[in-house]
T-cell receptor, first 114, second 114 residues
């Protein structure tokens, strides 16, 4: 089973709202990732967690705040977003962080900022 | 700067033909190579991973890797209309502090005509 789940599927929020995206996996993976994908572009890495610790932050604005409360869960807290932040937000996981490990993506959350 | 190049397409093939998707990468220390399939509006789905020079077959899919030429390809035999999607090539390596980060190409859009 290589299932990563994400909620919600769709989210519309105003620029003053606070919302959270949730990602969950039960494959025993210890690396989890947040990506952002704009239309007709490849995914862009935002954050990497390894063993529940933030490993990589790809210079993401502070209005995006990740959290990894346990080995199965990954959250992305959103606050004061801009319309240009509208995108598909993808969560992925891999057994460990490293070049030899396959990453499996969840279905994504389609975010629209109005 | 690490780069992964793919023809954007669209690549159009008739049903039953072989579709050939190509990818080149710039960084010689790249060590693992992945092909993802992404249907419109959906998340990337891992099809194949390859780590060593040569061919790797899985059903109708064959991945080919030539590290000397910095080239990786994906062949899809007996193409079906359901194979119509964007195919993303991704590369990873021991890139110092970015170990395990996937570097994506822009994707090739494949259209299989009935």
């Amino acid at each position: 089973d290589t299932e990563v789940t994400q909620t919600p599927k769709h989210l519309v929020m105003g620029m003053t709202n606070k919302k959270s995206l949730k990602c969950e996996q039960h494959m025993g993976h210890r690396a989890m990732y947040w990506y952002k994908q704009k239309a007709k572009k490849p995914p862009e890495l935002m954050f990497v967690y390894s063993y529940e610790k933030l490993s990589i932050n790809e210079s993401v604005p502070s209005r995006f705040s990740p959290e990894c409360p346990n080995s199965s869960l990954l959250n992305l807290h959103l606050h004061a977003l801009q319309p240009e932040d509208s995108a598909l937000y993808l969560c992925a996981s891999s057994l460990r962080q490293g070049w030899s490990y396959e990453q499996y993506f969840g279905p994504g959350t389609r975010l629209t900022v109005t | 700067q690490k780069e992964v190049e793919q023809n954007s397409g669209p690549l159009s093939v008739p049903e039953g033909a072989i579709a050939s998707l190509n990818c080149t990468y710039s960084d010689r220390v790249s060590q693992s190579f992945f092909w993802y399939r992404q249907y419109s509006g959906k998340s990337p789905e891992l099809i194949m991973s390859i780590y060593s020079n040569g061919d790797k077959e899985d059903g109708r899919f064959t991945a080919q890797l030539n590290k000397a030429s910095q080239y990786v390809s994906l062949l899809i035999r007996d193409s079906q209309p359901s194979d119509s999607a964007t195919y993303l090539c991704a590369v990873a390596g021991n890139y110092g502090g970015s170990q395990g980060n996937l570097i994506f190409g822009k994707g090739t859009k494949l259209s299989v005509k009935p």
